[in-house]
């Protein structure tokens, strides 16, 4: 029997008729003021739409591009513990950190984040003293894991290795001097983009309106001037609060937010030139007692590396460029450590991000040194904002915000469910490895992946890849269409998959992603 090709969850599907009709309802006045408008769709405004949609509340939320068009798809993928917040004394935002992804990983999302072994390989530049201060902070790591209740069964002991089994792990590493590694876990998200989808669908089913390609002109108490940027039309929405989560262009909406932009950039290699990973890297950075350089295969065909921590001034671009002096940084550090020599015309890609940093006056040194714990500001005019913070604590910083909103306005509103709601996707794990299609499927759709995946079976030609070497199929850019938003080629190319990471695959795939948004318009 085939298996449909419909979403798992009732009422969670996006499309160009959908948000048509949302746009018009909101236009025309007819359903008044709503109860929360949230600007921003990255991983913090989507979350805040899908509490607020929880809580029983009348939900618009809004981007002037996409879903997850900022920050949130240029993470390291990373959904992490709080260790490096734990070395820095920051007790309480590492906390934090390793409750929220034992919620992700065992609750709400465990088809989209799942183990991932790292290997910190002890080279001749990382002094014994540095090896006992990390295996110490491997340690403590693991006692947040505890603390936070996840099980042991979801994220493995970490433990010391010999230098063979370090090379076995990682055979790009350079023996000579190699003493040894040692070995830990964290949560890893199949893509951050994915994410962002999923809390905008489920939002999306709880009741919220997901309305992409909408600008927010103008914010007051009231509402806000939003400006359709597919036609030009400009129209009023009333609204009984409204949460500005916009990340560092947040400053551009409310005057009295400042923010110290900090740019991560990362390289994107083929997977052939680092040789078989079968674990991520954490390689120290020389001379620093505290940061790494982390190598992470994707299971693509792909590996990114990364990240800087730079300061950013001036105005904030809508995607960040990536200078040539943090490719050559992060190909040095490769150098240091592995037995492969990379070189520039090696790096297939790169992207960077910029991390919404709170500037306050204790923030004159390094952005790297700055607090990642976020802030929730509400300003004279009753607008509610939320900066800083992490894509792993994404969904605590949308729960304070909605909380910050609802005392503003005075609304009643019933009590956080986010942390026990599950996904769009989301299954047991049980579930998830019993289904009969592509495990690749399965991570990136979980339960809806049967439903992709007979998109492919009933039309053989959406079965294949689009670009090849590359597993992302034309029916997952059908889907995308149908199910995800998707409005145009940079969507689906860029955002619903990955594809446009690397710029000579994106060139190959535009024929397919053009095909996919042709169907759907000659079937609607």
């Known amino acids: 029997m085939t298996p449909t090709s419909s979403p798992a969850l009732p009422g969670s599907s996006l499309d160009a008729e959908r948000r048509r009709r949302d746009l018009e309802r909101l236009a025309d006045g007819t359903d008044g003021a709503v109860d929360v408008l949230v600007v921003g769709l990255g991983a913090t405004g989507a979350g805040a739409a899908l509490d607020a949609a929880a809580r029983g509340l009348g939900v618009v939320a809004i981007d002037a591009h996409d879903l997850a068009f900022g920050t949130s798809r240029w993470s390291s993928k990373l ?24 919620i992700l990983m065992e609750r709400t999302a465990p088809h989209l984040v799942r183990p991932q072994p790292f290997v910190l390989p002890l080279t001749p530049l990382v002094s014994r003293g ?8 491997f340690v403590a790591g693991d006692l947040l894991r505890v603390s936070a209740r996840t099980s042991r069964g979801t994220l493995p002991r970490p433990r010391a290795l010999s230098a063979v089994e370090t090379r076995h792990l990682a055979p790009a590493l350079r023996p000579t001097g190699l003493r040894g590694g040692l070995l830990s876990w964290d949560g890893r998200l199949s893509d951050d983009a994915r994410l962002v989808t999923a809390i905008a669908r489920t939002a999306a089913a709880h009741g919220a309106r997901v309305l992409t390609r909408t600008r927010a002109l103008a914010l007051h108490r009231d509402g806000a001037l939003l400006r359709d940027e597919l036609t030009g039309q400009e129209l009023t929405v009333r609204a009984r609060t409204v949460v500005n989560a916009t990340g560092v262009w947040a400053g551009g909406l409310v005057d009295d937010v400042r923010l110290r932009p900090s740019r991560g950039t990362h390289l994107v290699l083929r997977s052939e030139d680092l040789g078989r990973l079968s674990a991520g890297l954490h390689i120290p950075i020389p001379g620093e007692t505290n940061r790494f350089v982390l190598v992470l295969p994707q299971g693509d065909g792909r590996v990114y590396v990364g990240l800087t921590d730079e300061p950013v001034d001036g105005a904030v671009p809508d995607v960040p460029d990536v200078p040539e002096t943090d490719i050559g940084f992060l190909l040095d550090v490769l150098g240091s450590a592995l037995d492969v020599s990379l070189q520039r015309s090696d790096v297939v890609g790169a992207f960077a991000g910029l991390r919404p940093l709170l500037d306050t006056q204790d923030t004159a040194g390094r952005t790297a040194d700055i607090s990642r714990k976020h802030a929730v ?3 004279p005019d009753g607008v509610v904002t939320v900066v800083g913070g992490k894509l792993t604590t994404y969904r605590r910083m949308a729960q304070d915000a909605v909380d910050a909103a609802v005392a503003a306005a005075g609304l009643a509103a019933g009590p956080c469910r986010t ?19 592509p495990s ?43 199910h995800e938003g998707a409005l145009d080629t940079s969507d689906l190319l860029d955002r619903r998959t990955r594809i446009g990471l ?20 000659a079937t609607a």
């Open 419 to 437: 942390a026990s709601l599950p996904l769009v996707g989301a299954a047991a794990p049980r579930t998830l490895a019993g289904l009969d299609v």
């Open 502 to 521: 690397v710029p000579e695959d994106r060139a190959t795939a535009e024929e397919a992603a053009r095909d996919a948004l042709a169907r759907t318009a």
């Open 130 to 137: 540095q090896a006992a201060l990390a295996r110490a902070g």
């Open 79 to 102: 959904i992490h513990g709080g260790l490096r917040y734990l070395a820095s004394g920051q007790l309480d935002v590492a906390h934090e950190s390793a409750v929220e992804r034992g």
């Open 440 to 482: 690749r499927l399965v991570h990136r759709y979980g339960s809806e992946a049967p439903a992709v995946h007979a998109l492919g079976l009933a039309d053989p030609a959406l079965a294949r890849p689009v670009v090849p070497g590359h597993p992302v199929t034309g029916a997952e850019l059908v889907w995308a269409v149908r």
């Open 377 to 379: 500001l509400t300003s």
